[in-house]
């Protein structure tokens, strides 16, 4: 299995101000996700992170909002810019090895906007 | 889109008992299905999954059910234990052995009093 850390693990931020949110996995993976999950609520998928290119994003999700990057296969990065307090949330990094490979998720980073 | 739901926003039990967690997905090209466990300050935590071509899967005190004329699936926990106490979420997937996403349920609170 898979072992993903995030970082941090949880911050407060001031309205207008980006923060930039880290995902390690202990092993190479084929596909990188983030997601979010509102307070009580499922999880939803912003989009996948594809290593060497830009990242698909799902309805609802751009790039401008939340630019992702993923320059290896162990690594990648959810930067939330602008944040209101909408934004207040789980992020969640998720990681396959591959092609019906079994999904796994880190532990998450809560965000809360003030 | 198409959506994964469950019947049941909440469940109690005794310890010792076993539980029922049940799911409706409503994408009959759904071809994979998974559950998760997600603890308090957590992320999703893989326990079981289920191809379309079975019915029935077993693990360690857990079982999956798959009845595709139905569009239903049921995790069950064999002995429930407090430390079961959870919210679990089912996801199903389309093209797993593709580069297929998973689409999340909206989650079942199980509470395992002692």
């Known amino acids: 299995s898979a072992v993903i850390s995030q970082k941090p693990s949880r911050d407060i931020c001031q309205r207008g101000t980006s923060l930039t949110i880290q995902c390690q996995v202990d092993s190479q993976v084929t596909m990188m996700f983030w997601y979010r999950q509102q307070p009580g609520q499922s999880l939803t998928l912003i989009a996948t992170?594809?290593?060497?290119?830009?990242?698909?994003?799902e309805s609802g999700f751009v790039i401008d909002k939340f630019p992702i990057s993923r320059p290896n296969l162990t690594f990648s990065t959810l930067t939330v810019s602008n944040m209101s307090p909408e934004d207040s949330s789980i992020y969640l990094c998720s990681a396959r090895s591959g092609p019906g490979g079994t999904q796994y998720f880190g532990p998450g980073t809560r965000l809360t906007v003030l | 889109g198409e959506s994964v739901g469950l019947h049941l926003p909440t469940l109690s039990v005794q310890e010792g008992d076993n539980s029922i967690i049940n799911c409706a997905y409503s994408?009959?090209?759904?071809?994979?299905f998974i559950w998760y466990k997600q603890e308090s300050g957590k992320g999703p935590q893989f326990i079981i999954d289920?191809?379309?071509?079975?019915d029935k899967r077993q693990g360690q005190r857990v079982t999956v059910l798959l009845n595709k004329t139905v569009k239903h699936l049921s995790l069950q926990i064999a002995a429930t234990q407090p430390g079961d106490s959870a919210v679990y979420f089912c996801?199903?997937?389309?093209?797993?052995?593709?580069?297929?996403?998973?689409?999340f349920g909206q989650g079942t609170i199980l509470t395992v009093h002692p």
């Open positions: 289920i191809r379309s071509n079975m």
């Open positions: 994408n009959s090209a759904s071809d994979y």
């Open positions: 996801a199903e997937n389309i093209s797993w052995t593709s580069y297929g996403k998973l689409t």
């Open positions: 992170a594809n290593q060497g290119s830009e990242a698909t994003y």
